[in-house]
């Protein structure tokens, strides 16, 4: 199949505590990047200009190598967690969300992608947690909107919230400005394509990987169980129109690129008559 009939462009995340630069990743053939932040600190210490300044060195890298940023990761752990239980922080993080949501606008972004909550979630404040999870995502989803940005909540795996697609519709479901991040490798007990086709058209944006069914892997596809042509033929089905954005673990980024020409060959072959 030639290039030209590729129905993606190709993306990867992109961190820049990672060695790969985004000269690498352009001279692949990456079309564009969803740019990772540092997870796991306090929005106190996420937010202030020195970090700005740091990530913006990364956005003009990109804008030098050509590369496209599709979308910004947002920070996620414990003092980013949108469910939580008492109002006032859960106030503080949305308002942190929105301030890296300015960030984004202005690095050209088109979408970003939110954790439903952190881990683990205990059973008996699932029902609550998943309630003020759908609030903050409507909030914020309305807020992206107002930056010409797209919200896109993630699946996840374990005890986290959005494990599966009825917990994902339930969170976007009064949220019509939201869509979904369908991560291939958080679906615990879901097939990814059985995901792709109930959450539909709603799928705003892509996390690509392989697993093992048994916890996220981030493996380049063809290392686990992921049954790829059913995948990408739901996407397809779907009408998905985003890039192809990888999520993988990778030490070159012509791995990516060969792995995405070796999947657009499974599909041809699978409608070669
Ligand atoms: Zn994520």
Redesign the pocket.
Known sequence: MSEAHSPWKLGTYWYDKESVSLMQVKEAGIACIELNLDNDILPEEALTPAMRTRYQQAVDAAGKAGIEIWSV?LP?GNPWDISAFNDAERMAIIEAHTHVMDWARDWGAQVV?I?PSFEPIPDEQREQRLKLAAASVRELSERAHARGLKLAV?D?PRSCLGRDSAEIAALISSAPHAVV?C?TNHLLTEKPEEFIRSIGSRIGTL?ISDYDGVDERHWIPGRGIVNWPEVLQALMDSGYGGPFMF?ANYKDPHDLVQCYQGLMKLVSDARAP
């Open positions: 990761h996620f992608v954790h993630e996840l991040c991560d996390h999520e």
